[in-house]
């Protein structure tokens, strides 16, 4: 049972570029969250997802795309990137009946 | 002003000693409230789980909540090296999705 997994775990990218931040869960939770994490700033929401097909903007939704195909995967796609994407990003999962998130190990992303 | 307000330190403390970490909120429909431990490079994981208010008590922490006065609480007793980390708190309405999180906490332990 590997939880939740992320990849890649460290990128850099020139601005402009695009990528794609992948996130797999195998515990067959419904919910599944995207967050940003910048230093001394604690967890800001970008999207989440309640099931396969439903995604909803969070916090922080600008500059980033995602979709929900499948249970499992919850990829993160950022379009021409900016400085300000530089951070570190994490993929969560929980269950409906459940508050608990359970988080993978996190991409560090650099944009320069 | 933030639904969710933590001072995010860094709080240092002495080996054996007893922490307290805080977070003060504003939206009283909270009913969840959590405490998340993250170490360095890693996700954070869930330390501590309580609904409404009251104590509640795992090993050495004890989490408490103070609805009236809109403020959480999380105690460590004999604090340990090991427990340096950042130390998030996090709340949630039964009705949203998502939760709230505060800025974290950095806490060093000194041998």
């Given at each position: ?38 230093p ?12 396969a ?60 | ?7 995010p ?6 080996e ?12 009283s429909a ?21 609904y ?19 403020y ?9 090296p090991s ?19 505060g ?5 060093i332990i000194?041998?």
């Amino acid at each position: 049972n590997a939880g939740v997994t992320q990849t890649p775990k460290f990128r850099i990218l020139k601005i402009g570029q695009s990528m794609t931040l992948q996130c797999t869960q195998d515990m067959n939770h419904n919910y599944m969250y995207w967050y940003r994490q910048d230093p001394g700033m604690g967890l800001k929401l970008i999207y989440y997802s309640v099931g396969a097909g439903i995604t909803d903007k969070g916090e922080v939704p600008n500059g980033y795309n995602v979709s929900r195909s499948t249970t499992e995967d919850f990829p993160l796609r950022l379009e021409l990137a900016a400085p300000s994407q530089t951070s570190v990003y994490f993929c969560a999962s929980s269950s409906p009946t459940d508050n608990e998130q359970f988080f993978g190990p996190g991409t560090r992303l650099t944009v320069l | 002003q933030k639904e969710v307000e933590q001072d995010p330190g860094p709080l240092s403390v002495p080996e054996g000693a007893i922490v307290s970490l805080n977070c003060t909120y504003s939206n009283s429909a909270f009913q969840y409230f959590m405490w998340y431990r993250q170490y360095s490079r890693k996700g954070p994981e869930l330390l501590m789980y309580t609904y409404s208010s009251g104590n509640k008590e795992d090993g050495r922490f004890t989490a408490q909540v103070d609805k009236s006065s809109k403020y959480i609480s999380l105690f460590i007793r004999d604090s340990q090296p090991s427990d340096s980390a950042t130390y998030l708190c996090a709340m949630w309405v039964d009705s949203n999705y998502q939760l709230i999180w505060g800025a974290g906490t950095k806490l060093i332990i000194k041998p």
